[in-house]
């Protein structure tokens, strides 16, 4: 199963990758996880990515592209992987394009997430990440059962440096006019699967297996 997740910051493509990953056996592959495990860990794609992210930008096609079709080529992606904020212009969706071609390989599905901008900023300044581990919760929606612990491993919980108010209106603005436009480019290939993502996460978790197949 090759899939990718398209949709607007908060829609829920994390929160749905986790679930989709154990129930296809196939890696979720992250470009914001990877980007923020290099920060942490001060590598120098780090401090390179750092800056943008840090004010909601989008980091430059060059440190993403070839990032991506490395860890594409790595042995467990081979029966499949699930995009998960890659591809986010045009022009990394057609590099995408030259690598699944080269490589004999499709797409299954483009799950496009569709959520309302009041939603979107509730979900991003509510969302809590554990410190340890990476799992991720929401204050109202999806909280852990003790206040700032880590329901899975004890860990704390900490919000994400891009999910300030401020930060997330502009990575809002950074999704509307450079990603928005592949919801056109998925229709042209046929590739696009649009879903009602405002709906409880279990719902759209079932939707989009249904859709997937099982
Ligand atoms: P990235 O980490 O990809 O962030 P994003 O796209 O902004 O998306 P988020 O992770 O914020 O949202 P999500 O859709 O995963 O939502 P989640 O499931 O957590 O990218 C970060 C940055 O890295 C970018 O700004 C850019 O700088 C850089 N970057 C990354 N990829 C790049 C690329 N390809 N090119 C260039 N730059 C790149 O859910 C959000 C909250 O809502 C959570 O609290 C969750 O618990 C809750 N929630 C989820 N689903 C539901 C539901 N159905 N109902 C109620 N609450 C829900
Ligand atoms: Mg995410």
Do not use: W
């Not at 080529?73 to 022009?91: E, H, K, S, V």
């Not at 490589?103 to 299954?108: A, H, R, S």
């Not at 699967?193 to 249904?210: L, P, R, T, Y």
């Amino acid at each position: 199963m090759r899939a990718v997740l398209l949709g607007p910051p908060g829609a829920g493509k994390g929160t749905q990758a986790v679930k989709l990953v154990e129930k296809y056996n196939v890696p979720q592959i992250s470009t914001g996880d990877i980007f923020r495990k290099n920060i942490k860990e001060g590598t120098e794609l780090g401090k390179k990515a750092q800056e943008y992210m840090n004010s909601g930008q989008l980091v430059p096609d060059e440190l993403v592209v070839d990032l991506v079709k490395d860890r594409l080529m790595q042995d467990d992606c081979a029966n499949g992987y699930l995009l998960d904020g890659f591809p986010r212009t045009i022009f990394q969706a057609q590099e995408l394009d030259k690598f699944l071609a080269e490589n004999g390989q499709k797409l299954d599905a483009v799950i496009n997430f569709e959520v309302g901008y009041e939603t979107l900023m509730e979900r991003l300044t509510g969302r809590r990440i554990c410190k340890k581990c990476g799992a991720g919760y929401h204050i109202k929606n999806i909280p852990p059962k003790v206040e700032g612990i880590c329901d899975k491993c004890g860990g704390e919980l900490e919000q994400r440096k891009d999910d300030t108010r401020e930060t997330a209106e502009n990575r809002i603005a950074v999704y509307e006019e450079s990603t928005a436009p592949l919801i056109g480019y998925y229709t042209e290939t046929g590739a696009l699967k649009n879903f009602n993502a405002e709906k409880d996460h279990s719902v759209v978790f079932e939707e989009i297996v249904k859709e997937l197949g099982e």
